[in-house]
């Protein structure tokens, strides 16, 4: 059994910041991939980040150069910094880690409850 803590959601004004981290806990042999997404209210979900076990990072474009997303492995720990936050931003944020399970073949993908972001004045 594989769990996802997820954290740091809240409210901020526009051009504020905000950290989210995403903590797995369980049978965790280790962590693959591990990506962000966030799902606007009427939206789909869409992928705002993701970040490979050799650190190679993609974003989407609408969020470059504003987020930042980081591993800590050692704690099974993704993040997301949020900078420069903007009122389109507001969504519900979900982590999604590939893990990899102790005599588990391949990786098994699971998500985070969802955090809210809400971005206003």
């Known amino acids: 059994q594989v769990q996802l803590v997820e954290s740091g959601g809240g409210s901020a004004q526009p051009g504020g910041s905000l950290r989210l981290s995403c903590t797995a806990s369980g049978r965790v042999f280790g962590i693959n991939a591990m990506g962000w997404y966030r799902q606007a209210p009427g939206k789909q979900r869409e992928l705002v980040a993701t970040i490979t076990s050799g650190g190679a990072t993609t974003y989407e474009d609408s969020v470059k150069g504003r987020f930042n997303i980081s591993r800590d492995s050692g704690k099974n720990t993704v993040y997301l910094q949020m900078d420069s936050l903007k009122p389109e931003d507001t969504a519900v944020f979900f982590c999604?880690?590939?893990?990899?399970?102790?005599?588990?073949?391949?990786?098994?993908?699971?998500w985070g409850q969802g955090t809210q972001v809400t971005v206003s004045s």
């Open positions: 999604n880690l590939g893990v990899v399970e102790p005599g588990v073949p391949g990786v098994q993908y699971y």
